[in-house]
């Protein structure tokens, strides 16, 4: 069975920063996918923040791109999430996952990991 673990989340002051890790298990390598980070907040959708191809060319949402930056270690089967000057509104729930269907969309062809909660205090 394929995992996505992730880790990294907590708490932080406004302006701080929280670096995010996202680990694929099983029989699996993520070299040919597209990985992305979403996030949920409460009470609002959920959004994908960041994405980045197999190639390595990352993307972002307006509301993070140049506070944050996604990366990948395919050897490693590891995704990064570099969040920095962090704001109140990024407080959330945060998901890696892995585009298996290759459509670009998060949906139930993909692998997701558990979610790793981020609270930013102002």
């Known amino acids: 069975q394929v995992q996505l673990v992730e880790s990294g989340g907590g708490m932080v002051q406004a302006g701080g920063s929280l670096r995010l890790s996202c680990t694929a298990s099983?029989?699996?390598?993520?070299?040919?996918?597209?990985m992305g980070w979403f996030r949920q907040a409460a009470g609002k959708e959920r959004e994908m923040v960041a994405w980045?191809?197999?190639?390595?060319?990352?993307r972002y949402v307006k509301s993070v791109e140049g506070r944050f930056t996604i990366s990948r270690d395919n050897t490693k089967n590891t995704v990064w999430l570099q969040m920095n000057n962090l704001q109140p509104e990024d407080t959330a729930v945060y998901y890696c996952?892995?585009?298996?269907?290759?459509?670009?969309?998060?949906?139930?062809?993909?692998?997701w990991g558990q979610g790793t909660q981020v609270t930013v205090s102002s």
């Open positions: 980045i191809s197999s190639g390595g060319n990352p």
């Open positions: 099983g029989q699996t390598t993520i070299s040919t996918y597209t």
């Open positions: 996952y892995e585009d298996s269907d290759y459509d670009l969309q998060g949906g139930e062809g993909d692998y």
